[in-house]
């Protein structure tokens, strides 16, 4: 239990402050609507990725489904803005001297143990999707871009969002 409240007191300590972190997220944003006119946001690039997959097994029915002739499958802004914070949190990391290979979270394994956590991560998965797609967006599209643009919806669902993850971690941990 020890390693527990290592691994919470390692949590509190950031390699980058979080002002600065939050700044550049908001130039971040103000340069992607700039020079795209389009909104920051990860959720998307999932059905994107979909889509692509789609294609490659049977194009005529992916085709054929309403999303994809609204939204072709196609390599897109979004799916390389997702690719980029995988790429770049791999990058940070390394430079950081915090990567390891772990298939489970070393919080997770002290407190619940290794053989719960594919199905809970998986079902926590679906979750986050279906939640995705019924707000119409993301963390990243509701909190970053749509709280930029007051939109109130976004502020709901971001308020709706720390609510759940209040309550989730009280439930899990």
Known sequence: MNDYYETIQMLGKAAW????AGALIG???WLTFTFSNK???ASSAYATVAGLLGKLIAKKHTLKLKYYKENPPEVSWGLVFV??????SFISSITGGEFEVRWVPKLWEEVHGSS???ITAF???IFMAFG???AGGCTSGHGI???LQLSLASWVSLLCFFIGGIIGAQFLY
């Open 123 to 125: 079902i926590g998965g």
């Open 145 to 147: 871009s749509g709280t």
């Open 39 to 41: 909104p920051i946001g």
């Open 83 to 88: 690719l980029s914070a995988i790429g770049g």
């Open 116 to 118: 719960s956590y594919s």
């Open 132 to 134: 995705a797609r019924l």
């Open 17 to 20: 402050s979080p002002y600065l």
């Open 27 to 29: 130039i971040l944003a």
